[in-house]
């Protein structure tokens, strides 16, 4: 069961577990979130974001055409506000930067920096908590490009722990997940009301995430 983190007649938003897609992938035997969510409520569903399948955390879905309306107007000008939880390798020194670097897709699915041809994307990161090997952040994506955090980071020489896609994968295999966790999403619902919503980390996060840290005490 996907637990509901809030609901109106309005808005659905939910903690969705890592290793589920948000939407139908090309194999549709494979479940996805608007789905399991679809049979759970008794509105038609429509999409406003999506998380990739390998993140965790808060994510909205519209439960009519207006407010999908409202909310589509609202993420396209950055009037919703994110944050992430992510834990990456290496020690970065800064308490606070902000990553400004032009994406663009690859190929693969593969997402990269190109100064060119990219698009405008920026990241805001704030440290947590430092280790020796590994850091604790906030990632705050002032916008929306595909990967773009873990892309970001990763052009910093410091790819979050457990991303196959973008990191060494001899060495991100063994952590079993992406440590990349939608922690908080803040917007107008269409009654002009400002919504917080949170999504505690889960267990398979908290784990690694204590696990590393402490090994480097």
């Known amino acids: 069961m996907i637990t509901v983190l809030f609901e109106n007649d309005h808005v659905l938003v939910v903690d969705k577990p890592e290793g589920i897609s948000s939407i139908p992938e090309r194999r549709p035997s494979r479940p996805c979130l608007l789905d399991i969510m679809s049979r759970q409520c008794p509105d038609k569903l429509f999409v406003v974001h999506r998380l990739d399948k390998e993140v965790s955390g808060v994510m909205i879905f519209a439960r009519n055409a207006a407010a999908h309306r409202f909310l589509n107007a609202a993420f396209e000008h950055r009037r919703v506000e994110k944050t992430y939880r992510a834990l990456v390798h290496g020690t970065i020194e800064k308490d606070c930067f902000v990553i400004d670097a032009k994406v663009r897709p690859f190929g ?29 952040i906030e990632a705050y994506p002032v916008t929306g490009r ?50 917080s919503v949170e999504a505690p980390p889960p267990e398979s996060f908290t784990r690694i995430e204590t696990m590393l840290l402490c090994r480097d005490v």
């Open 146 to 195: 595909r990967h773009q955090i873990r892309v970001h980071l990763y052009s910093t020489s410091h790819p979050v722990v457990g991303d196959l896609r973008y990191g060494q994968r001899s060495l991100q295999r063994p952590f079993g997940r992406l440590m990349l966790h939608s922690y908080k999403i803040s917007f107008d619902l269409p009654t002009g009301e400002r919504l």
């Open 108 to 136: 693969s699915g593969r997402m990269g920096i190109d100064a060119e041809k990219g698009r405008y994307s920026s990241t805001e990161v704030r440290v947590l908590c430092r280790g020796a090997s590994v850091t604790l």
